[in-house]
């Protein structure tokens, strides 16, 4: 596997925008050379197009919530987005466009998914503005990334090899602390 793809996923209104602040912040660190930074725009299908096999993939959105605080970031996985109630990917797809992706054998063979939690659109922010919880979590999401991309990256030089403890996927920290 030769790099890393990080996709924001959002709009440009309220905490929707959650997923690209993350990755606005996350260029703000120190990231190896093979990381690529994404913001898409609401990508529907065309999200498969950025999906590819051999390259280690994040996928960040926004979720909108009533279960957990705005804010509260956390692992996802396609799952949890199909079968929920209560957490919604804002409604444009991600779940299905993942699904089909996964049908066709289409997914990265390593993909994490991120889900920032926003309140109801009735309690956001208007227009760009991000709420200061979600800006937290986003900045928290942010700093938690670049370090788990940077201890993966070293792991490649260890005994372990790629995806060494600490890695994105290991179960080193599942309860990343996020609020």
């Not at 309220?14 to 913001?39: C, F």
């Not at 209560?86 to 992706?101: E, N, R, V």
């Not at 997914?107 to 800006?135: K, N, W, Y």
């Amino acid at each position: 596997m030769s790099g890393w793809r990080v996709i924001g996923i959002g709009s440009p209104f309220g905490d929707d925008r959650a997923g690209w602040v993350v990755l606005e912040q996350l260029a703000q660190h120190s990231l190896p050379e093979n990381v690529e930074l994404i913001t898409l725009d609401r990508p529907g299908l065309d999200l498969i197009n950025w999906l590819e096999r051999d390259i280690k993939t994040i996928l960040i959105d926004a979720a909108q919530t009533t279960v957990f605080p705005a804010g509260h970031w956390m692992p996802l996985d396609i799952d949890q987005l199909d079968s929920s109630e209560d957490l919604s990917s804002h409604g444009f797809g991600l779940a299905p466009t993942l699904k089909l992706a996964q049908a066709l054998g289409g997914l990265p063979h390593r993909l994490r998914l991120f889900g920032i939690c926003i309140a109801p659109r009735s309690s956001q922010p208007e227009h760009d503005t991000l709420s200061s919880s979600v800006m937290t979590g986003a900045e928290q999401l942010s700093t938690w990334l670049a370090e788990q991309i940077a201890a993966d990256s070293d792991a490649r030089y260890t005994a372990t090899g790629s995806g060494g403890v600490g890695s994105i996927g290991s179960s080193s920290r599942s309860d990343c602390s996020r609020k």
